[in-house]
């Protein structure tokens, strides 16, 4: 099993593959299947951008790319397996996994060869936009993901934070993400353990120590909407902060909690170093090279501040600051 590069643009990934063989890609899940050495490049795409395609009848599971090979023939690239966001323990037959194809201003729903607990494999016809969908009648649990952002304030001792849920796959996290940064506001990702398994339902939120949270009953739900419903959090008093999500207020199992110490919060100060750091060195830019200069400085001052604790694992947003991800030949 060989580790291969895979690096990173802020909107591209390129990964080199050595030769023929299957190669999975461990930031996202993505598994190729090629017949020759080839330079594959992807992007995640957002899904409501392709809603009119799916209309009343499907609804994503899992994400969606735009895959190309790179001076080569599309075909050299025999298969590609999606990671689905269905949580299944075993491959379930009765299911039916398809893969939304989109070519230009048209789409195909293209059969799948097999599916297993973790992927869809799908035979390339043509590369362009692609990723899988199951029919909206379809009941399943999905694994789901609890997003937390918190809002960067002046006020000592005042915290507010917005929580979401979505589907654990990288275009509608990709969506939210997008929306939080477009706010007014300015907001810092608390990087918890996200993963949770969810129905399409409401959910109870609540907190210890007990706080106001509104709304308290937070939706799932795979339907695509130009905007998540989140709900919000505040707290008048410095850390620690337990979030608990429940499958109904009076349940005593929690779906899943997260507890966000003061050790979290000091990330914020080291985002605020960073930013006094990239403006000093932005400040001073005339020409490409001080550009790239700039970003270098950036990064090596980021990973510098970065102090992660023994209990926190890198998330996949450290991992790509440092330039490379790795795919592995199976």
Known sequence: ?????????????????????????????????????????????SWFQFSEFLGDSWRPAGSIYDVDVVNKDSSVLKFILFPHTLFLTEPDYALSFSVLHVKGSHATIESTVDFTTRHVKWCVSSLSAAGP???????????????????????RNKYFFQVYLASNNA??????????????????????PPTCKLEEKYYHLTSVPD?????????????????KQFSEARFDEGPPFKLIL???????????????????????????????????????????DNIKL?????????????????????????????????????
């Open 1 to 45: 099993m060989r580790l291969m590069k895979m690096k990173k643009g802020k909107q591209l990934t390129r990964v080199q593959l050595e030769g023929e063989g299957t190669y999975e890609c461990s930031a996202t899940g993505l598994v190729f299947e090629v017949s020759e050495q080839a330079l594959v490049r992807y992007s995640v795409l």
């Open 133 to 155: 969908i199951i029919l909206r009648s379809v009941q399943a649990e999905h694994q789901g993901a609890v997003l937390i952002y918190k809002e960067r304030s002046k006020k």
């Open 171 to 192: 275009s509608e996290i990709k969506a939210i993400e997008e929306t939080v940064q477009s706010s007014k506001q300015e907001w810092i990702k608390i990087n918890k």
């Open 211 to 227: 706080r106001k949270i509104e709304p308290s009953k937070l939706q799932f739900v795979t339907e695509l909407l130009p905007m």
């Open 246 to 288: 429940k499958d109904s207020f009076d349940s005593d199992e929690p779906i899943w909690f997260a507890t966000i110490s003061k050790d979290d919060l000091n990330g914020e100060k080291k985002l605020k170093l960073c930013e006094f750091f990239r403006r000093l060195f932005c400040r001073k830019k005339t020409h490409t």
């Open 294 to 330: 700039t970003e270098t400085l950036s990064t090596d001052t980021a990973q510098l501040l970065q102090t992660p604790t023994a209990n926190n694992k890198p998330t996949s947003a450290q991992s790509s600051s440092q330039g490379s991800e790795s795919c592995l030949e199976l």
